[in-house]
Each structure stands twice: as structure tokens, then as C-alpha cells.
């Protein structure tokens, strides 16, 4: 189980460890040295897995890797709040982005016809 921080990390210490020393204890994001309070995020955030139109193009175990160490990374906790807000705008954007696009697509589809004929 993941949670914040990395000292409350279950069974995942050597994974942990291993990050750490693969950064040579550096923030992945900002170069900095890694504070006690730095967490694990991952590289490409989960939504765009999910969400990306490639995910219908990858075989299942393609998609597994996202989940793994591969994709995993140690930053430092005020990082990770400003990657996590920029991510969260973007999903917003892509929701506000499909909604507008369904409705638009429901618009056409039902339609109605002009009420009078300008002939």
C-alpha cells in the first residue's frame, strides 16, 4: 500500500531504496537533494494511461509497466503538490474537452428539422 511518504511505504522498501540510489538521492524533478518528506509518483501519471487514446492500441501487459518501478520516481513532497495540481488541470481540460465534444456530437444527432420550408 502507497502512501505518503516514504517511510509509510508497505513492502516496497527495497524498491524504494533502489530509486533513491538509481537518483543518487536527487529530487527526479527538480535536481534537488531528497528531503525526508519526498514521496513516489509516477513518471506518466495513471489518468493518461487510462485515459490516452493509445491505451486501446497496447496489449494488456504493455499496460502493466505503468504500475512498476519503470515508471515510478522519488521527488520531494512540495514537487509532487505542484506536478499533482499541474496534472489535475490537465485533466480538467480533457474533461471539459470530451464534454463539450459529446454535447456537441448529442446536438447533431438530434437535430430537428426547420420548421417552415424557405422555398
Given amino acids: 500500500m502507497l502512501r505518503r511518504g516514504l517511510e509509510a511505504v508497505d513492502g516496497a522498501s527495497d524498491h524504494v531504496r533502489h530509486l533513491r540510489r538509481l537518483q543518487n538521492y536527487r529530487c527526479a524533478l527538480t535536481g534537488a537533494r531528497l528531503a525526508k518528506d519526498a514521496e513516489i509518483d509516477h513518471?506518466?501519471?495513471?489518468?493518461?494511461?487510462?485515459r490516452g487514446g493509445e491505451r486501446a492500441e497496447r496489449a494488456w501487459p504493455a499496460v502493466l509497466i505503468y504500475w512498476g518501478v519503470p515508471n515510478l520516481?522519488?521527488?520531494?513532497?512540495?514537487?509532487?503538490?505542484?506536478?499533482?495540481?499541474?496534472?489535475?488541470?490537465?485533466?480538467?481540460?480533457?474533461?471539459?474537452?470530451?464534454?463539450?465534444?459529446?454535447?456537441?456530437?448529442?446536438?447533431?444527432?438530434?437535430?430537428?428539422?426547420?420548421?417552415?420550408?424557405?422555398?
Avoid at 513518471?43 to 487510462?50: D, G
Avoid at 499533482?84 to 446536438?107: I, K, P, V, Y
Fill in 43 to 50: 513518471r506518466v501519471p495513471l489518468f493518461q494511461v487510462w
Fill in 73 to 119: 520516481q522519488v521527488i520531494n513532497r512540495s514537487a509532487h503538490v505542484e506536478k499533482c495540481g499541474l496534472e489535475s488541470a490537465s485533466r480538467a481540460r480533457l474533461r471539459q474537452a470530451e464534454s463539450a465534444e459529446r454535447n456537441a456530437d448529442f446536438a447533431a444527432s438530434h437535430a430537428l428539422p426547420p420548421l417552415c420550408d424557405s422555398t
